[in-house]
């Protein structure tokens, strides 16, 4: 009787196993462009147009989950080379070694450029100054300014460091002149409650509705900027306003790319054809960035002809 009882229940244990198996199976949902689970890492720089994307992107195809990972490039890069996780938001390209990674592993990386992003230069409303040159800011950043101009950036290991670092041609920042704090919100604070102080940060944060910044927003001013000479933008100071953004006239801009190395056709590839498509280019557009490319519209104009 014991016995019989012992196979009945071993019976239903496996009846209940194969069930939970068929349950997980069926709940499961299959990866394609459209569905799926992925994860994304993204330069903090672009938080916010992308928390914006997926959002939008989950809304039409609520089968789909994109999990981003924020960091510095110093943080994000190393896990993207390491195939931890597989697709990658950056404001440039991945270079020849970075590249020999994927090449090695016969792994093909795709890059596709989503939006022109700017660096935008912010003072405080009692500063005296409302402009200033491109060749100015690269002094500082080299050591070698004759005003007591005073940068502060959001982070030490951030890319907006590395972009005027890169633009100025150094290899390393001056021990005065340089400021880094954690991130762009505390550039805000810092530059609305001192005098004297100049603000790095990206055109996105200050375009936002962001609670935690827009007691210190009125506080502040975008500085005009005039680009080198023999450049785009050398003739007049320019404002880091979208039209600016888009034509190229202001100086400091950087574009903002997916970095795509999962190495089949999923998630990634789908996310990646929807920032490029006309809804994904309309939410750049609507950011305050530049787009990838302008959207046309197509009017169809009907006569109507009167009896």
């Known amino acids: 009787m014991r016995k019989i009882s012992a196979l009945v229940f071993l019976a239903l244990f496996l009846l209940v196993c194969i069930s939970c198996n068929r349950k997980t ?30 959002q939008v992107f989950k809304s039409e195809y609520p089968e789909t989950k994109i999990e981003t990972i924020l960091g510095n490039e110093n943080k994000i890069i190393p896990l993207f080379l390491k195939r931890e996780v597989k697709m990658m938001v950056l404001s440039r390209m991945l270079k020849p070694g970075e590249l020999s990674v994927f090449k090695k592993l016969e792994i093909p990386v795709f890059t596709d450029r989503f939006g022109i992003d700017g660096i935008a230069l912010i003072a405080n409303v009692a500063d005296n100054d409302s402009t200033i040159t491109a060749k100015e800011v690269y002094d500082i950043v080299k050591g070698t300014a004759d005003a007591n101009r005073k940068l502060v950036f959001d982070n030490a290991l951030s890319s907006t460091i590395r972009y005027f670092m890169d ?26 409650e001192n005098k004297g102080y100049i603000g790095v940060v990206g055109v996105n944060w200050l375009l936002e509705n962001n609670k935690n910044i827009s007691a210190y927003l009125p506080k502040v001013k975008t500085l005009g900027v005039k680009n080198l000479a023999g450049k785009k933008g050398d003739d007049a100071y320019y404002q880091p306003k979208q039209e600016n953004l888009i034509n190229g006239k202001y100086p400091f801009l950087r574009n903002i790319y997916l970095i795509n190395a999962e190495g089949r056709d999923g998630l990634g590839t789908g996310f990646a054809n929807w920032l490029a498509s006309p809804r994904g280019q309309l939410i750049v557009l609507k950011s305050g960035l530049g787009p990838h490319k302008i959207m046309t519209r197509e009017f169809n104009l009907k006569t109507t002809t009167k009896n």
């Not at 499961?28 to 928390?51: A, P, Q």
């Not at 041609?169 to 550039?187: A, C, E, F, M, R």
């Open 167 to 192: 633009s100025a041609k150094v290899d390393k920042l001056p021990k005065s002149g340089i400021y880094t704090l954690q991130n762009n919100n505390d550039v805000i604070k810092y530059v609305a």
């Open 25 to 54: 199976n069926k709940d499961s949902v299959k990866e394609t462009r459209t569905s799926g689970t992925t994860k994304l890492l993204v330069d903090e720089s672009f938080s916010r147009i992308l928390d914006d994307q997926i």
